[in-house]
Nanobody
Framework: QVQLVESGGGLVQPGGSLRLSCAASGIIFSIYDMAWYRQAPGKQRELVAT???????AYADSVKGRFTISRTNAKNTMSLQMNNLKPEDTAVYYCNAKYSSRKLDFWGQGTQVTVSS
């Protein structure tokens, strides 16, 4: 059974930081491309950051320079360090694992991030 479990969300003031984590089980973590998505109320889910099985990273323009994605294959975990948070970063953040060659695509349940004073 595949499980992706996010943690680390919460309420933070503008300019603050949070670190999200995603713990994976039931998959060969190291071969999956991993990503963080987010969905704000009334908006479509959007891609925030990706890290491939080869450790290549990419970011949405809105978070470049503020967010850092990383993974630790030995622990089957992925993280998102979020600095200088803005109210527009408020959303539910989702962990995604994708193995495109086998059309495998898994999602976590999401963790709420609220940026507000």
């Amino acid at each position: 059974q595949v499980q992706l479990v996010e943690s680390g969300g919460g309420l933070v003031q503008p300019g603050g930081s949070l670190r999200l984590s995603c713990a994976a089980s039931g998959i060969i973590f190291s071969i999956y491309d991993m990503a963080w998505y987010r969905q704000a109320p009334g908006k479509q889910r959007e891609l925030v950051a990706t890290i491939t099985s080869d450790m290549n990273t990419a970011y949405a323009d809105s978070v470049k320079g503020r967010f850092t994605i990383s993974r630790t294959n030995a622990k089957n975990t992925m993280s998102l360090q979020m600095n200088n948070l803005k109210p527009e970063d408020t959303a539910v953040y989702y962990c995604n694992a994708k193995y495109s060659s086998r059309k495998l695509d898994f999602w976590g349940q999401g963790t709420q991030v609220t940026v507000s004073s």
